[in-house]
């Protein structure tokens, strides 16, 4: 029987370099990540006036941006750098202030009694704020609230938030409620 | 010391190349299992916003993108300079949102609808007036699990 002759292999370099750059222009690498949020349900249309009772002012933590891009939190023009700290002092009002939202004791599965803040955090935007803006204080309310259930499940169970089971997640979930409502947006000062 | 001066002035051996397309090999499959094939080629501009507080998008399959943002240089002339949307492979209105919706989830499994993330990919300069009109209708469209695609800030303490 003949010898079948060898394939040649030496183009197989370029073939594979062919298909390597193929795939490299074809592709991307980048990892999507972003800023999770959950719009509100839609309310039905035929909803007669809500009849929900009013927030107190101190259970209301009000962020407005305007269509400058100047922040204002509960009735102070201030930064973005100093939001982070203001929301979890709303949030935890460690020294049980007048002017900071009510808690709730509750009880809570594997945390026990645990005072619960009503407080909720209210933002509103104009229609001219940039988007770049807008996701900075989205990022330092949210930051805000992994921040203060960071500290509590490392004081709870010596663990950070993201280390831990869903069972226990749910319960600092419970402890420490993101409540982030967004207002319509208005027109707030400043031309269009 | 004639023992150390037997080949000086032979040629170096060419370095072999039979295990190239083996290297080769190795660096393109890396590529294939690492990177994601692009679908889309973006119409418009989109320089994402910085945040610290991300989450990964972890099912691909489960996603769908809107972008937001000027359009690229060679469609200004037809579209301008203001911010647009882009929907799939063309450019698109406020309106087309709903169907937009309901065609991704016509595309899915039925077991896999709650699950799905809209992810808005949005210029940090648009202004937010065209964002809210999107978040008006991906509520009315009941596409409420949302995610700010945005870029890693370095975190500063």
Redesign the interface.
Known sequence: MRKTPEIP??S??D???M??IF??T????D????????????PPENQEQDDTPPIKERNVFSVLLDANNRLMVEGELSRVEDLREKAKEFITNPANSENLPETKPTEIPLIGNFDVTKGIISLR????????M???V??EL??AV?EVRNELSTEKFGKKYEELTNEQKGAIREAIPSRISEA??KTIGGKK | MSKFRKDSSKDLPAISTASLPDIVFMLLFFFMVTTTIRDVSLLVKVQLPTATELTKLEKKSLVSYIYVGPPQKQYTKMFGTEPRIQLNDQFAKVSDIPDYVLAERAARDEAEIPFMVTSLKVDELTKMQIVGEIKQELRKAAALHINYSSRKAAVTD
């Open positions: 292999s030496a197989m370099a073939i594979a370099f298909l390597l795939f490299i074809a592709t991307s690498m990892v999507d990540s972003g800023l999770e949020r959950v719009l509100p349900q839609m935007n104009d229609h001219g704020t940039q988007y770049g807008y996701l900075a989205q990022n949210v930051a992994n319509e947006p």
